[in-house]
């Protein structure tokens, strides 16, 4: 599930669920460097594995990312094997990447406590590439051929918004857009996952393949609730019109 909240109790809470993933999300919920260190912190003590969004496809906030500990990167908005390559990149020491160095400095290398730290690292770290676009879309079979792609992920909002049809996650062209970039990912051995709120779209997507999926989010599961719990104690009222944000 999706990890949106910014608190690193409400991650704690979701980390002892049973969930075998959370996506801790920088793009579009409020959380910073210091928030997303809370958060790896508070759910490190649970059999549950934490994938962090970074806003963008950013050398320097891919290493800032992995720096404090991030194992597991979802890069949003990768339309092209150059993006998905310069994902890779961000997330490995030269020679093969651009990563900066600074193990000593770094929660990552537990201070220069893990022996070989910099020689090993590339083989603790998972690079996901967020299929969400046309583009990404006509790339997929060139964007999952880039070495040092571990998966990707479909994103079907962003993918309906670019095929325009924006908030239509169920419009049969973008599920047909998943399926062939489903079919593409399984044919090339590369693990594929996919977001999807409603149950019978899940286990759709489930049945035609994909390996990892996020089927909830924090705030959305604490915005249904609470409205279900309003509507059980106080009269309907009509939406009102917003005071602020």
């Given amino acids: 599930m999706w ?3 910014g608190s690193p109790l409400v991650a704690e809470i979701c980390a002892g669920a049973g969930l075998d993933w959370l996506l801790i999300d920088a793009e579009h919920s409020p959380n910073g460097l210091e928030g997303i260190l809370a958060q790896l912190q508070a759910v490190h003590g649970y059999p549950v594995t934490a994938v962090v969004r970074p806003p963008a496809n950013d050398t320097v906030l891919i290493k800032q990312y992995l720096d404090l500990g991030v194992q597991s990167l979802l890069i949003p908005m990768v339309h092209t094997a150059d993006d998905a ?14 990563r900066g160095v600074g193990s000593a400095l770094a929660r990552s290398a537990r201070w ?4 070989g730290y910099l020689a090993n690292a590339s083989e603790t770290i998972t690079v996901i590439v967020q299929i969400e676009s046309r583009e990404a ?11 040092g792609i571990d998966a990707v992920f479909i994103g079907p909002s962003d993918l309906a918004a670019s095929m325009g049809v924006l908030g239509q996650q169920e419009h049969p062209d973008v599920v047909a857009a998943v399926e062939h970039c489903i079919k593409v990912a399984k044919a090339a051995g590369k693990p594929v996952g996919v977001n999807a709120f409603a149950e019978a779209t899940a286990r759709r997507y489930l049945a035609a393949g994909v390996d990892f999926i996020l089927v909830g989010a924090d705030v959305a599961l604490l915005a249904r609730g609470s409205e279900a719990l309003a509507a059980s104690y106080l009269p309907a009222a009509g939406p009102g019109p917003a005071t602020s944000y």
Wanted: charged content about 15%; proline content about 9%.
């Fill in 3 to 5: 990890v949106c909240s």
């Fill in 85 to 98: 390559a310069a994902a890779v990149s961000a997330a490995n020491y030269p020679p093969r990447g651009v």
């Fill in 112 to 115: 220069n406590r893990i022996p």
């Fill in 137 to 147: 879309v006509d790339n997929v079979a060139k964007i999952v051929a880039v070495d």
